[in-house]
């Protein structure tokens, strides 16, 4: 599995194997571009305008396939992080999820993107500093913002939020793969995507995949505590319920599944 910093700690189908092994009111607001309920547009980084200097409402979306006319704003360890990665491709996407995160967020607050300092929360499963990602708030209130950030085979999403918020982007998978990891789903889930024709099962599958990592992501947790087996999200056409959480899901490219979960 490659290295994804900043992404809360779960790790996408392709590393989940191994990361299970580890560890033991409805928001009725507007995003910047429609209303959760219905399926969210994404803003696109390096083509629709910045965000404004100001507070937000709901949840903003925004999708990142490139990288042209950003200076270098990383700091060492994301740069670090980013030379780890074997193949160019992935390099190049990380970089360029990560340098968007700090533009997007630098332009929310109207701050320096090179100079946002990251911090993690404490995991709430085992009190270990591997939670939540979050902006440093130098000990005094909350993190001014929230946010979270995804990204799988060319693609990153990230999800800018009043409150704690996760996101998750998934390339659909092989109908192989889903037999193999939908038995780490809530067995309603599995009897689901039972009922489901072949052929449609790999995305519903992808589709409660993304909703799922986008919640335990916000609640900080990972996919590496109990809450992925016994959390029903659905695979349906809608999320069901999570309490104290809204999930919706995010308008992505063919051949790709997100999702995104904002606490109430």
């Known amino acids: 599995m490659n290295p994804r910093a900043l992404d809360a700690p779960a790790r996408g189908v392709e590393g989940t194997r191994t990361a299970r092994r580890r560890c033991g009111r409805r928001w009725s607001g507007r995003t910047d571009r429609t209303t959760v309920g219905r399926v969210i547009e994404t803003s696109r980084f390096g083509v629709d305008p910045l965000p404004a200097e100001a507070p937000l409402a709901g949840p903003a979306v925004w999708s990142v396939r490139g990288l042209e006319g950003y200076a270098p704003v990383l700091d060492a360890d994301e740069q670090r992080k980013a030379a780890a990665f074997v193949r160019p491709a992935d390099r190049e996407t ?49 993190p001014p913002l929230h946010f979270s950030l995804s990204h799988t085979h060319g693609l990153a999403v990230i999800a800018l939020a009043p409150s704690p918020v996760g996101v998750d982007v998934e390339a659909v998978p092989e109908a192989s793969l889903v037999s193999d990891v939908a038995t780490a789903l809530h067995p309603d889930e599995r009897r689901e995507l039972a009922e489901l024709p072949a052929g449609e099962q790999p995305f519903a599958f992808a589709r409660c995949w993304t909703r799922k990592e986008a919640y335990l992501k916000g609640t900080g947790e990972g996919l ?12 349906g056409s809608q999320p069901l319920p999570v309490p104290g959480w809204t999930l919706a899901d995010v308008r992505a490219p063919q051949g790709y599944a997100a999702a995104v979960a904002v606490r109430d």
């Open 94 to 142: 990380y970089i360029a999820a990560h340098t968007a995160l700090r533009v997007l967020v630098g332009a929310r607050l109207g701050e320096d993107p090179a100079g946002l300092r990251y911090v993690r929360e404490d995991c709430p499963g085992c009190g270990g500093p591997h939670g939540r990602p979050a902006l440093a708030s130098g000990g005094v209130g909350p």
């Open 224 to 235: 590496t505590g109990p809450g992925f087996a016994s959390t029903v999200v659905g695979t």
